[in-house]
C-alpha cells in the first residue's frame, strides 16, 4: 500500500495530554518580577480560560469540540504515505513512511492548533487576536482559523521575512488577517527597536514582544501562540493519533519516529501517541529523535534552565533548553526552526533520554529535501526536510547493516512558498553559515 487513508468519521475526537504520563512534573513558570512560581491564573490577562486549564490539566483524554473537528474534516484526517519510490533509490531495506500534514490549506500542521485556539477564544468572548509570524506559516493558519470564528486576527510579521515573502502576506490576507512588519512604531517593545532603525530586520523574539504587548493592553484582545505551549502540544496529538491507526491498517509498529523541531509542536504532535507506548513500559526500544538545524542547535547544544520565551523579557520564565533569549540566529531558510528555546514538554523528554536530538546543515537539510522531491513528489518545505534528512540516514545505515527498521518521519508542511530558497541551493548559491 502506497497512502493509507481513513474515513473521515476516523478523525479522533480526544486529543492526548502527556502531561500525567510524564515520570516527574515540569518545574513550574515562575514570574519574571518575583522569581517565584506563577500561579496559572496570571496568564489569563494573554490566554482564554478554556486554554489555561489545558495548559496544566491532568486528564490524559481531553475531548474535541464538535465545532473543531467540523473544520479539521476540511482536510483531516491526513494520508499516511508509504514512501515506496524513495526507498527504491535508497535501495534500503527500511520501510519509510511518512504524515503528510501539508495538505491544509495553509499548508502545513499549524492550522491543527490554530483552529482549536481560535474556537476557545470565541467561546470566552474574545474578538481579538494577535499573534507572531516568522516565516508566514503561524500567521497563515492562525488568520486562516480566526476567519471561521468572526475573529479578527493581526500579525506582526518578521520585517526581513514581511519583505523577502510577500506571498505568504497576501494568503494571510487572503484570510482577512492584518500583517504588520515588525519592529513596528505601534507597542513600546517596537518602538525600542524601530525608532533606531525603521528598516530593523526584526526577529521573532521582538516580534512575540510586540504581539504580547498589545494583548495585555487591549481589553478586547488575547494573543495566540503557535508552539512550544503544552496546550499546543495537546491539540497537535491528533497527527500521532491518526498516524498510530493508519500504521497499524498498514501492520506495522514504528522503530524510529522523527520530527524537525522549532519550538517543538508538530514533533510532539506525531511522536506523543507512540512516546505514551515507550513511557507506560510498553515499546522500551521505540527510538524518538528531534531535528534540528546547526544554525540554531537549542537540543544539541542549548543549556537547560530557565529563561524568557520572547526577546525583551516579558512571557514567563519557563525551564527549557535554550541558546539564550538575546539569541539571533542566522538567516537559514527553515524560518519556523530559528527559535532559541524549545517546548518545555519536549525538553523534559530528552533530559530525561526519553528522545535523542540531531542537527544537520542547511545544505545537506536541501540535498535530502530534492531527493525526496525527486522519489515522492511533494517539495517539502524547508522545515520539514530537517525530518526527511534524518529518515534518509536511517535509511541508508540499514542499508548498511541490513536492518529492516520501519521509520516514520512528519511531513510537517510543504514548500511551495519557499521556492526561493530552492532557487538558491538549485543554483548552487546555497551556503552554510
Ligand atoms: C512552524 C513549522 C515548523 C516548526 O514548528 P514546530 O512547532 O517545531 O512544529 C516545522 N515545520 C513547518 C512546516 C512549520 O510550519
Given at each position: 500500500?502506497?497512502k493509507?487513508?481513513?474515513?473521515?468519521?476516523e478523525?479522533?475526537?480526544?486529543?492526548?495530554n502527556?502531561?500525567?504520563?510524564?515520570?516527574?512534573p515540569?518545574?513550574?513558570?515562575?514570574?519574571?518580577?518575583?522569581?517565584?512560581?506563577?500561579?496559572?491564573?496570571?496568564?489569563?490577562?494573554?490566554?482564554?480560560?478554556?486554554?489555561?486549564?489545558?495548559?496544566?490539566?491532568?486528564?490524559?483524554?481531553?475531548?474535541?469540540?464538535d465545532?473543531?473537528?467540523?473544520?479539521?474534516?476540511?482536510?483531516?484526517?491526513?494520508?499516511?504515505h508509504?514512501?515506496l519510490?524513495?526507498?527504491?533509490?535508497?535501495?534500503?531495506?527500511?520501510?519509510?513512511?511518512?504524515k503528510?500534514?501539508?495538505?491544509?490549506?495553509?499548508?502545513?500542521?499549524?492550522?491543527n492548533?490554530?483552529?482549536?485556539?481560535?474556537?476557545?477564544?470565541?467561546?470566552?468572548?474574545?474578538?481579538?487576536?494577535?499573534?507572531?509570524?516568522?516565516?508566514?506559516?503561524?500567521?497563515?493558519?492562525?488568520?486562516?482559523?480566526?476567519?471561521?470564528?468572526?475573529?479578527?486576527?493581526?500579525?506582526?510579521?518578521v520585517?526581513?521575512?514581511?519583505?523577502q515573502?510577500?506571498?505568504?502576506?497576501v494568503?494571510?490576507?487572503?484570510w482577512?488577517?492584518?500583517?504588520?512588519?515588525s519592529?513596528?512604531?505601534?507597542?513600546?517593545?517596537?518602538?525600542k527597536f524601530?525608532?533606531?532603525?525603521?528598516?530593523?530586520?526584526?526577529?521573532?523574539?521582538?516580534?512575540?514582544?510586540?504581539?504580547?504587548?498589545e494583548?495585555?493592553?487591549?481589553?478586547?484582545?488575547?494573543?495566540?501562540?503557535?508552539?512550544?505551549?503544552?496546550?499546543?502540544?495537546?491539540?497537535?496529538?491528533?497527527?500521532?493519533?491518526?498516524?498510530?491507526?493508519?500504521?497499524?491498517m498498514?501492520?506495522?509498529?514504528?522503530d524510529?519516529?522523527?520530527?524537525?523541531?522549532?519550538?517543538?509542536?508538530n514533533?510532539?504532535?506525531?511522536s506523543f501517541?507512540?512516546?505514551?507506548?515507550?513511557?507506560?513500559?510498553?515499546?522500551?526500544?521505540?527510538?524518538?529523535?528531534?531535528?534540528?538545524?546547526?544554525a540554531?542547535?537549542?537540543?544539541?547544544?542549548?543549556?537547560?534552565?530557565?529563561?524568557?520565551g520572547?526577546?525583551?523579557?516579558?512571557?514567563?520564565?519557563?525551564k527549557?533548553y535554550?541558546?539564550?533569549h538575546?539569541f539571533?540566529?542566522?538567516p537559514?531558510?527553515?524560518?519556523?526552526?530559528?527559535?532559541?528555546?524549545?517546548?518545555?514538554?519536549?525538553?523534559?523528554?530528552?533530559?530525561?533520554?526519553?528522545?535523542?536530538?540531531?542537527?544537520?546543515?542547511?545544505?545537506?537539510?536541501?540535498?535530502?529535501?530534492?531527493?525526496?522531491?525527486?522519489?515522492?513528489?511533494?517539495?517539502?518545505a524547508p522545515?520539514?526536510?530537517?525530518?526527511?534528512?534524518?529518515?534518509?540516514?536511517?535509511?541508508?545505515?540499514?542499508?548498511?547493516?541490513?536492518?529492516?527498521k520501519v521509520?516514520?518521519?512528519n511531513l510537517?508542511?510543504?514548500?511551495y512558498?519557499?521556492?526561493?530558497?530552492?532557487?538558491?541551493?538549485?543554483?548552487?548559491?546555497?551556503?552554510?553559515?
Amino acid at each position: 500500500m502506497r497512502k493509507i487513508l481513513l474515513p473521515e468519521h476516523e478523525i479522533p475526537t480526544r486529543w492526548l495530554n502527556i502531561l500525567p504520563l510524564l515520570p516527574e512534573p515540569l518545574e513550574p513558570p515562575l514570574d519574571p518580577q518575583t522569581k517565584e512560581p506563577m500561579s496559572p491564573d496570571k496568564l489569563s490577562v494573554i490566554f482564554p480560560e478554556p486554554l489555561i486549564e489545558q495548559e496544566v490539566s491532568d486528564r490524559e483524554w481531553i475531548d474535541i469540540p464538535d465545532e473543531v473537528l467540523k473544520i479539521y474534516s476540511l482536510w483531516r484526517p491526513t494520508p499516511l504515505h508509504r514512501a515506496l519510490s524513495l526507498e527504491e533509490y535508497l535501495k534500503t531495506p527500511a520501510k519509510i513512511f511518512y504524515k503528510n500534514e501539508s495538505v491544509s490549506p495553509p499548508g502545513s500542521h499549524k492550522p491543527n492548533t490554530a483552529v482549536a485556539q481560535a474556537y476557545y477564544n470565541r467561546i470566552s468572548g474574545v474578538r481579538r487576536l494577535t499573534t507572531e509570524t516568522g516565516a508566514g506559516q503561524w500567521g497563515s493558519a492562525l488568520s486562516f482559523a480566526t476567519q471561521f470564528f468572526g475573529i479578527e486576527c493581526r500579525v506582526y510579521m518578521v520585517r526581513v521575512s514581511y519583505n523577502q515573502k510577500p506571498y505568504r502576506r497576501v494568503l494571510m490576507e487572503t484570510w482577512k488577517g492584518e500583517v504588520i512588519p515588525s519592529p513596528s512604531p505601534n507597542t513600546e517593545a517596537g518602538k525600542k527597536f524601530y525608532e533606531k532603525d525603521p528598516d530593523h530586520p526584526g526577529s521573532l523574539g521582538i516580534a512575540i514582544s510586540e504581539a504580547i504587548e498589545e494583548a495585555a493592553t487591549r481589553d478586547d484582545t488575547k494573543y495566540s501562540l503557535g508552539s512550544v505551549l503544552n496546550h499546543v502540544l495537546l491539540h497537535q496529538t491528533v497527527i500521532g493519533l491518526e498516524a498510530k491507526k493508519q500504521m497499524e491498517m498498514a501492520g506495522f509498529y514504528p522503530d524510529v519516529v522523527i520530527g524537525a523541531v522549532g519550538g517543538g509542536s508538530n514533533f510532539a504532535g506525531l511522536s506523543f501517541p507512540f512516546l505514551a507506548d515507550k513511557l507506560r513500559g510498553e515499546k522500551p526500544n521505540l527510538e524518538v529523535v528531534a531535528v534540528e538545524p546547526t544554525a540554531c542547535p537549542t537540543l544539541t547544544e542549548g543549556e537547560y534552565r530557565y529563561d524568557f520565551g520572547d526577546t525583551v523579557g516579558m512571557t514567563p520564565l519557563i525551564k527549557m533548553y535554550t541558546l539564550g533569549h538575546d539569541f539571533v540566529p542566522p538567516p537559514i531558510h527553515a524560518g519556523g526552526l530559528r527559535y532559541h528555546g524549545d517546548a518545555p514538554i519536549v525538553c523534559k523528554l530528552y533530559d530525561l533520554g526519553y528522545i535523542s536530538a540531531a542537527a544537520y546543515r542547511q545544505t545537506e537539510v536541501f540535498e535530502a529535501a530534492v531527493t525526496f522531491a525527486r522519489t515522492e513528489g511533494i517539495v517539502p518545505a524547508p522545515e520539514s526536510a530537517h525530518a526527511v534528512k534524518r529518515a534518509i540516514d536511517e535509511a541508508i545505515k540499514c542499508r548498511e547493516t541490513g536492518e529492516e527498521k520501519v521509520i516514520l518521519f512528519n511531513l510537517s508542511g510543504h514548500g511551495y512558498f519557499d521556492l526561493n530558497a530552492y532557487d538558491r541551493f538549485l543554483q548552487g548559491k546555497l551556503e552554510d553559515s
